[in-house]
T-cell receptor, first 111, second 114 residues
Framework: GENVEQHPSTLSVQEGDSAVIKCTYS??????FPWYKQELGKGPQLIID?????GEKKDQRIAVTLNKTAKHFSLHITETQPEDSAVYFC??????????FGTGTSLTVIP | KAGVTQTPRYLIKTRGQQVTLSCSPI?????VSWYQQTPGQGLQFLFE???????NKGNFPGRFSGRQFSNSRSEMNVSTLELGDSALYLC?????????????FGPGTRLTVL
């Protein structure tokens, strides 16, 4: 089955700096890669996603890049704010609403 | 539009007991997936239901089961609870079944097995 690895497990950045989280996947048939943000006591919330026919996608301060050849994708958050502090998960899916998640990155933005 | 709701939010059981968790998807969504979240294993896929049929299943023992009703509400059941079943159980709903589309997660049910 699919195996998704995520790095780093923890990340601290100063407010205003950028944060980058990286994931790799093993199943070349995976074609959908969402990123989720999970705050304490809440379920994961989709923040951005990318499909395998696209190399990059941006939404305001958040961007995701995908390298299908290398089987890795990354989340980039620019101009970080304290409210960006949360756990971030990457995921991969080949369909059927079955998702494989990375182990999460705890992001702390220091004011 | 109301989000995904899960009940109960917290549950404490003892080993050997069984438990039933409930999930109400977003109105109009027909696909419901269940995940187990633990600090050690992260988010792991349990199963997915679409139109009352289990369509996908993860690598969990048969003690974990589920069902979906005609109104798309779903329940999952864990029998003969073990300490290792302590986790946050998340339910996610999505509109379609055939294509990969956005999943919306509920807040989860925190199960503690003593």
């Amino acid at each position: 089955g699919e195996n998704v690895e995520q790095h780093p497990s923890t990340l601290s950045v100063q407010e205003g700096d950028s944060a980058v989280i990286k994931c790799t996947y093993s199943d070349s048939a995976s074609n959908y890669f969402p990123w989720y943000k999970q705050e304490l006591g809440k379920g994961p919330q989709l923040i951005i996603d990318i499909r395998s026919n696209v190399g990059e996608k941006k939404d305001q301060r958040i961007a995701v890049t995908l390298n299908k050849t290398a089987k890795h994708f990354s989340l980039h958050i620019t101009e970080t704010q304290p409210e960006d502090s949360a756990v971030y998960f990457c995921a991969a899916s080949r369909g059927g609403n079955q998702f494989y998640f990375g182990t999460g990155t705890s992001l702390t933005v220091i004011p | 539009k109301a989000g995904v709701t899960q009940t109960p939010r917290y549950l404490i059981k003892t080993r050997g007991q069984q438990v039933t968790l409930s999930c109400s998807p977003i109105s109009g969504h027909r696909s419901v997936s269940w995940y187990q979240q633990t600090p050690g294993q992260g988010l792991q896929f349990l199963f997915e239901y679409f139109s009352e049929t289990q369509r996908n299943k993860g690598n969990f023992p048969g003690r974990f089961s589920g069902r979906q009703f005609s109104n798309s509400r779903s329940e999952m059941n864990v029998s003969t609870l073990e300490l290792g079943d302590s986790a946050l159980y998340l339910c996610a709903s999505s509109f379609s079944g055939s294509a990969v589309d956005e999943q919306f997660f509920g807040p989860g049910t925190r199960l503690t097995v003593l």
